[in-house]
Structure formats: C-alpha cells, structure tokens
C-alpha cells in the first residue's frame, strides 16, 4: 500500500501517519518526492483496511499495490538506483558499462590476458565464472575458489572491478570476498534463500532473468534482495526461451524499456546467453543500448576454439575489439541526442 499526501501536508503529518501504521504492525517508508511526500507500507501479507487512514490530516489517496513487488516499483521509489561497482557507476543517466571476459576463468594466463584486452578496448568491468552451472555434471564446472583468486589477481592488474556468479547461499561469504559485483545466474533466479542471503551483504548484484521467468516473476525476485536491505541490484535480460531454436534463446529487448517503467533498478543486457552465436552479440549488443540498456555483458576468449564453455557465443579478441569501436560511436551519438 502506498499512502500519497497532500503537497501541503506537514512533517508532524507525515509522522503521525507513520506511528499509526506502526501500531498496525506494518513498517511504513516514508519517500519524500519533489511534489508530495508518499509513505510506503511495507510488511502486510494481504488487503489492509485503509478507512483510519483516509481519516488523517495530510492524506491526499491511497493506493493498494497488488504487484508481489513494491520496493523494486517505481511507485514505491520514483527516483533512479545508481548501483555503485567499485567505483564504476551503472543506472540511468550514466554511461552504459561494457562488461568483458570469458564465460569461465581456465587458467592464469587466460583470465589476464583477457583482462588486460578488455581493458584497453575500453571495457568498464571483467567478467569470469568460477562456480558454473552447467547443464550435466560431467563438464567443466568451474575452479571454484582457484577462479575467484585468479579473477581477482585479473582484476588487480587490468585496475577492472571483477563480476562472477555464485550458485549457493553457503558461498556467498567466499564470493564476496574476491568479487566487486556478485552474480546470480537464471537459473537461480529464484533461490531464494540465495536472493535473501545477498540481501544481507554489503556489495552489488547481477540478477539474470531467469529463462522462463515473466517480468513480475523477475522483479519479485529482485525485491527478496531489497527486503533484506540491499538495494544496489542490477538487472540483466540474458534471454529466454521461446519455441524458436535458431538461437540458444530468445532476446526479449522490449524488457529494457519496460523495467525502466515500473521500477527504478538498472538492467544490462547479455547478448551472448541471448544469442548463443558469436555473429549476432555485437548487433544485439547495439540494439540493446539503443533500446536504453545500461550497459552490456560479453563474452570473449582469447581462442573460443578451446574454451572450455561457451565457445560459439564468445567473441575473439578482434571481433570484442570491433564491437567497442561500434560501441564508443553509438554512445557518442545517443549521448549528442
Ligand atoms: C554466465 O553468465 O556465464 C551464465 C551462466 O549465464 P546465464 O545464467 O544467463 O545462463
Ligand atoms: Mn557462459
């Protein structure tokens, strides 16, 4: 529920209003705007009865909210998140990020070699998985806490925040300590143990969209991450699936707009899980900026060939190279807009 005030309503209003939800045993936010104050109800499983508070000085209406998410809506808080990964700045208003690197970090000399290039291409952040989630058991599933050390020794030496996935609740302690933004997969989007768990941290994450997950079933699990506190989410549309097989998924663009309407939380956009093709990451790339992404998520391998997942959909060095060249044109031209 969220109570809209008068524009001429009073603090002493405002707290009135306040204590009385708090003796319905609801936790009420106030959310100051530029206009009039709202005071968000927060904690009521079902209906609330509003006819006390229509009563109350100040009170201009009162809107119920029948979404299963309301700190991730707009309603709740009209003004952009601007997430904070180690400095570099992601949400609206700011410059889309290009997040690089290999869809699993394979050895030393891979993950820096890859770091140093997404670097100088201009790359905001580097990406490598260390706990995978692969579709059968008996692939590479990742060096676990081997990758979170050499993925920080990559981040160290390229000066790039590092972002990589964590699969449990139990890991999410270790994860944080080597990652700068922690990544939850699709296929976790809706652990929710997990979601709450990275609710309690004090560092951002990468919510992925899971593959068959509406947009209500995406931002109610973002909103398990802000119930516990941390309101420093991005989202990332990653794909999902349709019964069209040409493409590893189906890239759900009009998402990217559509977020931005009925919630306040950044999304990026991951054109390589989208596609599934190498060929096809650097134009979806573009049309997912041009759609309003707030940055994008790449693969790229120093030799696909032999990575050891995700070849086909991974750049080469030239073909990343050539997308940041696009990139820095495109951006130049949406900002002279
Ligand atoms: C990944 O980013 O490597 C990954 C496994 O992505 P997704 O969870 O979107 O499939
Ligand atoms: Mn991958």
Redesign the pocket.
Known sequence: MLIVMNHNATQTDVDAISRIVKEMGFRAEPIPGSERTAIGVLGNHGYVDDSKILELPGVQRVIHVSKPYKLVSRDFHPEDTIVDVAGVKVGQGCRPVVVGGP??VESEEQIIKTALFVKKCGADML?G?AF??RTGPHTFQGLREEGLRLLAIAGKESGLPVVT?VMSPDNVGLVSEYADLL??????MQNFDLLRELGRIRKPVLL??G?SATVEEFLAAAEYVLAEGNDQVIL?E??IRTFETATRNTLDLSIVPLVKELSHLPIMV?P??ATGKRSLVSPMAMAALVAGADGV?V?VHPEPEKAL??GPQSLTFPGFEQMMNKISQLTAFLQSR
Do not use: Y
């Open positions: 869809c699993a990406r998985g995978k989630p996935e990544q939850v997969g699709a296929r976790n992925k969209r593959m990332c990653r794909g991951d390589s899980h998520l693969e997942s995700d």
